[in-house]
């Protein structure tokens, strides 16, 4: 055990407070001048363009938390009580398996599908539904997608097992009961899942805010989300202190989501 | 009501492969863009990749640090995973929420923490740097998996061992860690996949030897290319190689 300690101390602890002490620091020209100076603070929710970043994140996850926990619902649900038993193993490799395309390859194929001259645009044009060209590539629409295709695979995963855990006497005692199908759902297998689908959602919330990749590859640079802004403040402006420091608001949002939703939470038990 | 269920989950299949299938199509185009109309089926596209001084050393990258920085995240999830399971000290829930904490934050600011640390202590980037990263993410994913399979079955075969005089290193070789064959096989699995194509951190913690998804990413800056997706087409085949292997050797022979 101790070893495991000293590894997530030395490399997860330390550089998390690394990057505080960072945070609290500022440049003067291309120098970084340690001290403790919440500057970098303010900006982060003063200048325009940081809120924006950040306000563009939050909006993004949870339409796409939101989204993806409503489409993987039913299509977890199908697998585990309409599937066979024996074919549902498959079922739900099939369901999960593009999870194992390269992550950014996984982006850049969304590119092909939803470009200009992309699949969904031939498509449309050729049936005529459509005259000119979507513009859905390089757009928050598109952002959205990619990440909604890559959750709705995980949460079909993560709610598939809390379904499957159900003793299927429960849903035989409500029908009983007089429960009608709506019914047995809402006041028996909705609640008794709930802690699992809330550990995915927040599972879900932390990878989706925290992603650079997908927003850079199919969002196009109109619209920034915070990781974006953080990569652009190391990369192109060198400004370390700055990119701290949102990166430590970017672990705030995270930390209060957890507190949120930390009724619910079993993260040992993912 | 039950057509409706099945026709749901046609559409959650196609939703799910769409991408897929275009990429794995379009990398047989016999054409230099990766879109429609369909030029022609060619490998020409794989040719070129296969034989790509750059690519082919990016992948063997990827694949050592996947491998290495695996076995290290296993051997102390699983050391860790055992103690805790055995010992119910004060600390002990503490103890399992740091362990776990690095799963619940973005890797985004694992690899700057890394980068502001490493920076500090003036240590070069390299490979090296990655795997330390790689382990950071994986350890909680192997802890867990590990953790949740450790049963009361397991404790009796341990005394029974200690018992018979054998030492603690030979209780945990030849005991604890046969008995958890099956687990640890799928948290050594999963972790070789999560590291494999993981970019941010092989992204900022290295400069000349790039792992395979940064490679990739370089290539993306020169616009679409059939030869990005013959790579993302060869990557989905190892991963999805990995993982059926996984699913027929380990979980069949679970149950």
């Known amino acids: ?270 | 009501m039950r057509a409706l269920g099945w026709l749901y989950m046609a559409l959650a299949y196609v939703f799910i492969f769409l991408p897929v299938a275009v990429l794995v199509a379009f990398s047989f185009q016999d054409g230099r863009l990766p879109v429609p109309p369909f030029q022609g089926f060619s490998l020409r596209w794989y040719e070129k990749v296969l034989g790509d001084r750059d690519l082919m050393e990016a992948l063997g990258n990827s694949l050592l640090v996947a491998v290495v920085s695996s076995v290290i995240a296993l051997v102390l999830g699983f050391l860790a995973a055992h103690a805790l399971a055995r010992v119910r000290l004060p600390g002990s829930v503490l103890m399992r929420g740091v362990l776990i904490a690095p799963m619940t934050v973005s890797y985004l600011i694992i690899a700057l923490g890394l980068l502001t640390m490493f920076g500090a202590a003036g240590v070069k980037l390299s490979l090296w740097t990655v795997g330390a990263g790689h382990v950071v993410i994986n350890l909680p994913l192997c802890f867990a998996i590990c953790f949740a399979a450790m049963g009361d079955q397991q404790r009796s075969a341990e005394r029974a061992a200690r018992d018979l005089g054998a030492a603690e290193w030979q209780v945990l070789l030849h005991v604890s860690a046969p008995m958890l064959a099956a687990p640890l096989a799928a948290a050594f699995f999963l972790s070789v996949t999560f590291s494999w194509d993981e970019f941010i951190i092989a992204f900022l913690l290295t400069r000349f030897d790039v792992t395979l998804p940064v490679e990739i990413w370089s290539m993306l800056r020169s616009g679409l290319s059939p030869a990005t997706n013959a790579v993302g087409s060869l990557v989905f085949l190892v991963s999805v190689t990995l993982v059926v292997a996984l699913e027929l050797l380990v979980f069949r022979r679970a149950k």
Not at chain 1, 68 to 85: E, H
Not at chain 1, 105 to 116: A, E, I, N
Not at chain 1, 135 to 145: F, G, K, L, P
Not at chain 1, 156 to 164: G, K, S
């Open chain 1, 1 to 270: 055990m101790t070893p495991a300690l000293v590894w997530t101390g030395a490399f997860f602890v330390l550089p998390f407070a690394a990057m505080v002490v960072l945070s609290l620091a500022h440049m003067e020209g291309r120098a970084v001048v340690y001290g403790v100076d919440a500057g970098n603070y303010v900006r982060a929710f003063t200048d325009w363009t940081m809120v924006k970043a950040l306000l563009n994140s939050l909006e993004i996850t949870v339409i796409v938390t939101v989204v993806s926990v409503v489409l993987a619902y039913p299509l977890a649900a199908i697998i585990a009580f309409r599937v066979p038993v024996r074919w549902q193993r498959l079922a739900l490799l099939m369901a999960v398996l593009p999870f194992w395309t390269s992550y950014v390859v996984r982006s850049y194929s969304w590119l092909l599908v939803l470009g200009q001259n992309g699949v969904v645009n031939r498509a449309l044009l050729g049936l005529g539904v459509i005259a000119e060209p979507l513009e859905i590539a390089s757009t928050r629409m598109a952002t959205v997608i990619g990440f909604v295709h890559f959750f709705v695979m995980l949460l079909t995963l993560t709610i598939y097992a809390n379904l499957i855990q159900l003793s299927p006497n429960y849903m035989r005692a409500a029908q009983d009961l007089g429960a009608s199908k709506w019914q047995t759902f809402r006041h028996v297998v909705l609640p008794l899942t709930l802690p699992g689908v809330v550990t995915g959602a927040f599972l879900t919330f932390v990878l989706c805010i925290g992603d650079y990749i997908t927003p850079q590859i199919l969002g196009g640079n109109t619209e920034l989300t915070l990781p974006q802004l953080i990569m652009l403040q190391m990369g192109r402006s060198g400004n370390f202190p700055l990119a701290s420091a949102l990166s430590v608001v970017l672990m705030g949002v995270v930390t209060l989501a957890y507190f949120l939703s930390a009724k619910w939470l079993r993260l040992d038990r993912v």
